[in-house]
C-alpha cells in the first residue's frame, strides 16, 4: 500500500529568480482550471473511498497563493480521496506574507498540521535580490499567527551561498531564524539552474556566487549552530528536534513509495517511476482526458532500486542499514559495493562499522562524489546472484 503523496501546486505570485520548478504565474481562471485537471488526475489513482495516508506534502510553487474558495477546493480535493484525519504529518508549503489568518483557519479546519516557510534569508536586500516578494516582518507576523492557531510544527527554509551573502550576513540570518526556536530547518546552498534569471545573469557574468571555501565555512557554521540549539542533523540539508524529522520527506530518503500529482510531480510506485507533463495547456488537457497527464514513465529495476537505496539513504545521518539492506534485496550490501566502500572509507568520506555505512563530515561536503561511487554500469548482482 503506498502511504504517502505529493501533491504539486505551481502558481505564484512571483517568480523567484532562482527557481527552477514546475510554476506559473497566478491567474484565477487557470487556477479553477488546475484544480478541476488535479483531481480528475487524483480520482484516476485513488478510485476507492478515501485511502489511508501516512503522509500529504503539498508543495509549490506556493500553494498558498490561491484564492480562499480555491484553497478550500482543493483541501476538499485532498479530503474526499485521502484520509486526513488519521495522517501523520499533512504539510503545506507556504510563503510568508501568502498566508493569512482566514487560510491558516481553513487550513487547520481541513487538517492541516504542518507548515514549511520559504523565509530564505532574514535580509530585505537579498530577499528583493532573490527575487521574493515576502520581507522579513512577513515571518514574524507568519509564524505568529500559525501558533495562535495552535500549528506549532513549523519549518523554515534558509539559503547560503547567495550573490553578495557574506559569512557574517549567514550568521546573521541563522542565528535570527534560530530565534523562533522551530522543530525544524532546512538549509540549502544556492544552484544556479537552467532556465532561471540567475542563469542567464550567471552566464552574461552579472552575477557571482560566493567561492566554495566560504559556502563550506557556511555549511559548516549551519551544523554547528543548530546542533548548539539543540536541533540535530537527520538528513545533510534538514536540522530537527527529536520526533519532529520530517515524515514525509524521510519518505524519500528511504527510497519508499509515493503518489506524485500535478504538473511536473513525480512519483515512484512499485517498478516504475512516473513524471508528469510540466507545461500548464499540456497537463490540463490530458488530466482531462485520460485522467494520467504523464510525460514519461521510467522502469526502476533492482540495479536502480539499489543504486537509489545507497545515494538516498546516505544523505540520512544514520545512514544505510547493512540489516535493512539485506531485508529488502536479499544480498550484503558488502558483497555488491565492496571495492566502492573500500574507495570511499581511503578518502574519509564514509564511517563503516557492524550496523551500516554513513557519511563523515567531510564525506557531506562531498556528497555528490559519494553517491555517484554507487553508480555502476553494469548490474552488480548478476555475478553475485548467479
Known sequence: MISSAYIHIPFCEKICHYCDFTKFFYE????DDYLAALEKEISTYIEQGRQPMRTIFVGGGTPTALNLEQLKKLLQ???KHF???NVQEYTFEANPGDLNEEKIKLLVAYGVNRISMGAQVFDDVLLENLGRLHRIKDVYQNVNDLKKHNITNISIDLMYGLPNQTIDGFNQSLQEALSFDLPHYSSYSLQIEPKTVFYQRYNKGKLHKPPEEIEATMYTMLIDQMERKGKYQYEISNFAEKDFESKHNLTYWDNNYYYGFGAGASGYLPG???INLRPFPAYVKRAN?????????EPIGRKEQMEEELFLGLRKQEGVSFHSFKEKYNIALTDIYKEELEHLKNKQWIIQDENGIRLTKSGKLFGNEVFQAFLLDNDPTQATMQ
Open 28 to 31: 484565477e481562471k487557470m487556477a
Open 77 to 79: 480535493t485532498i479530503d
Open 83 to 85: 484520509d486526513v484525519n
Open 272 to 274: 516504475q517511476r512516473i
Open 289 to 297: 482526458e485520460t485522467g494520467k497527464p504523464v510525460l514519461h514513465t
